[in-house]
């Protein structure tokens, strides 16, 4: 059962360089999350998706985009990378947006 | 705007010491408290959902309880394996859920 599952566990980038971080759920639940976690700031969320076919904003979204390929699968590209976004990166799960999400394990992600 | 502070930033107990963790929400309408338990180098794991006022849930050594104001996580005679970083977050109308940035709790054998 594997829940939600992000790849790469790990990542270093050069600043500039540009990188796609990928995640898929297999609970078949209509929401997924992207969130960054830095000691001292918890979680925040960078975009989200309540249905197949929609993305919204969260708290940090710039330099980021996001792709919701389908049900299953929503991705966060980090276009130009920045030093700044070094960063542990979660996506996250739910069957709705006011439902307990299910994160994954979470991609480690340093640039340089 | 929507906002949960969870209290105290740290704890740090002897195994055995009971204690409670607090987590403040101001939300407009309420759906739902949620309680996780983060792991280093882990995801946050789902472990309560409190609806209403009242109401409570318990797993182990953990129960969970909610007013209209705040949510309380007991910990009774917790063990060294109950060091985490416990969140939390409030549900409200149709958007995600907020999260608190936790509390880092140690327990010491």
């Known amino acids: 059962n594997a829940g939600v599952t992000q790849t790469p566990k790990f990542q270093v980038l050069k600043t500039g360089q540009s990188m796609t971080l990928q995640c898929a759920q297999d609970?078949?639940?209509?929401?997924m999350y992207w969130y960054r976690q830095d000691p001292g700031m918890g979680l925040r969320l960078i975009y989200y998706s309540a249905s197949e076919g929609t993305t919204d904003k969260g708290e940090v979204p710039n330099g980021y985009n996001v792709s919701r390929l389908n049900k299953r699968e929503f991705s966060l590209r980090l276009e130009s990378a920045a030093p700044s976004q070094t960063s542990v990166y979660f996506c996250?799960?739910?069957?709705?947006?006011?439902?307990?999400?299910?994160f994954g394990d979470g991609t480690r992600l340093s640039i340089l | 705007e929507d906002q949960v502070t969870q209290s105290p930033e740290a704890l740090r107990l002897q195994e055995g010491e009971s204690s409670s963790l607090n987590c403040s929400y101001t939300v407009s309408g309420l759906r739902g408290l949620f309680w996780y338990r983060q792991d280093p180098g882990k995801g946050p794991e789902f472990l309560f959902t409190l609806y209403s006022a009242g109401e409570e849930k318990e797993k182990e050594r953990l129960k969970a309880t909610l007013t209209k104001k705040e949510s309380f996580l007991h910990i009774t005679a917790p063990k060294p394996e109950d060091s985490a970083t416990y969140l939390c977050a409030a549900a409200s109308g149709n958007t995600p859920l907020v999260f608190g940035k936790g509390t880092r709790l140690s327990v010491i054998a």
């Open positions: 996250a799960s739910s069957e709705q947006t006011t439902q307990p999400q299910h």
């Open positions: 609970m078949n639940h209509n929401s």
